[in-house]
């Protein structure tokens, strides 16, 4: 069975302390892997898509790495704006849905 | 990406009743989805809305108790039937441009029933 695990469930970091999110996933075939951030009381938001392994992505503070198993989500020096749950999807190859982890929960203190 | 406008964002309702959700993009797209969000849980999809048939149901998910419309390539609607507390839920419409490109998604209805 498909299935995307993210860890940890919660993050709390310092201002400017960088950390890494993971994304391990299990699919017979990858066709996309995706990053998103979901703020309170409002849809996901599209950040990245990583399609082989090797690949990277980045923005502003955030990079996105992807391996045969898992993504990473590093973020570098973050801001409390960073403050946000980030979702990460796989689209598995001739299908058209995603599915989706449960998400960490981060929190940047000032 | 394509402006996804969802109504009503939040709603309290009574057990029972149905309560439908409309989903307006900016744009023609070919795919429009229906994804469920539970308290502290991740999404799961409900269903693909498409045009001009019927919508396709994950396993879990029945026509009866969450009918879909899509009457054209921008606007879908989402029908919660005879509601209990546990649809209690985010309920999310997301919308895909072309067929590689990522999922876009609406601010979602915040649905209580009580």
């Known amino acids: 069975e498909d299935q995307v695990t993210q860890s940890p469930e919660a993050l709390r970091l310092q201002e400017g302390e960088s950390s890494s999110l993971n994304c391990s996933y299990t699919v017979s075939g990858l066709r996309g892997l995706f990053w998103y951030r979901q703020d309170p009381g409002k849809g996901p938001e599209f950040l990245f898509t990583?399609?082989?392994a090797g690949e990277e992505k980045e923005k502003e503070r955030l990079k996105a790495t992807l391996t045969k198993k898992e993504s990473f989500l590093h973020i570098t020096a973050p801001k409390p704006e960073d403050s946000a749950t980030y979702l990460c999807a796989v689209r598995e190859d001739s299908s058209y849905k995603l599915i989706f982890g449960s998400g960490t929960r981060l929190l940047v203190r000032p | 990406s394509a402006v996804i406008s969802q109504k009503p964002s939040r709603d309290i309702c009574q057990r029972g009743t149905s309560l439908t959700i409309q989903c307006q993009v900016d744009s023609q797209v070919t795919m429009m989805f229906w994804y469920r969000q539970q308290p502290g849980q991740s999404l799961t999809l409900i269903a693909t809305a498409n045009q001009g048939s019927e919508a396709t149901y994950e396993s879990g998910f029945v026509i009866d108790k969450f009918p879909i419309s899509r009457p054209n390539l921008t606007f879908s609607t989402l029908t919660v039937s005879n509601m209990s507390p546990e649809d209690s839920s985010i309920y999310l419409c997301?919308?895909?441009?072309?067929?590689?490109?990522?999922?876009?998604f609406g601010n979602g209805t915040r649905l209580t029933v009580t």
């Open positions: 990583l399609y082989s």
């Open positions: 997301s919308v895909r441009t072309e067929s590689n490109s990522p999922l876009h």
